[in-house]
């Protein structure tokens, strides 16, 4: 774990924290930084934190993630054809999400079977290393398509809404996306 995830892991829990929490909670953190008897540095924390602004805010020594970077909820649709169709809502607030999919043959596949789902927070920290707020709103393939893989995604911040859609062309981290939606399902998440 690098050091800014640990610092949104622990905004995550505390929300805003003074310069001096985070290096009570980095010094104490399950993946120490730092020796048994050492402390990690308020000047370290500070810099650290004035130079990765896309995430952070600083003011008056109190650290919180940037409005427009901390998600409340978001919903990805996939689409391909013939099918099926699946959806996932993520409510971070609430720490859920829920899944739907939708056959349009006979042939769909069975239930889904009681197993083994992902986190809610670690999905979370997945996005702040995807970055989607720096994805396109369109990605489309030249020339006609006809069977391809339709996607689209919303994510709401505390700041801003971010949507992006496609039709069979997709972000450069699209299948790291997917495999951090299929884990958190439980599912494969891919068409």
């Known amino acids: 774990?690098?050091?800014?995830?640990?610092?949104?892991?622990?905004?995550?829990?505390?929300g805003n924290a003074t310069i001096p929490v985070i290096c009570q909670e980095m010094s104490g953190h399950e993946q120490s930084f730092v020796s048994e008897?050492?402390?990690?540095?308020?000047?370290?924390?500070?810099t650290l934190v004035s130079s990765n602004k896309e995430l952070f805010l600083l003011k008056d020594d109190i650290v919180s993630i940037r409005?427009?970077?901390?998600p409340l909820l978001m919903t990805v649709v996939l689409h391909g054809y013939p099918g099926p169709e699946m959806r996932v809502r993520i409510d971070f607030k609430r720490n859920t999400f829920t899944?739907?999919?939708?056959?349009?043959d006979a042939k769909a596949t069975e239930p889904l079977e009681v197993g083994t789902y992902g986190s809610v927070e670690d999905f979370k920290k997945k996005l702040y290393?995807?970055?989607l707020w720096e994805w396109r709103k369109d990605y489309q393939t030249e020339g006609i398509v006809v069977d391809g893989t339709s996607w689209s995604v919303k994510l709401k911040t505390k700041g801003r809404?971010?949507?992006?859609?496609g039709l069979d062309s997709f972000p450069e981290h699209w299948k790291e996306f997917?495999?951090?939606v299929s884990v958190l399902v439980g599912k494969k998440f891919s068409c």
């Open 129 to 131: 290393y995807l970055k």
């Open 161 to 165: 809404t971010y949507e992006s859609r």
């Open 37 to 46: 008897n050492d402390l990690v540095e308020p000047s370290y924390i500070k």
């Open 1 to 14: 774990m690098k050091m800014y995830e640990a610092i949104l892991d622990i905004l995550g829990k505390k």
């Open 67 to 70: 409005p427009d970077k901390e």
């Open 99 to 104: 899944y739907f999919e939708w056959h349009l």
């Open 178 to 180: 997917c495999q951090a």
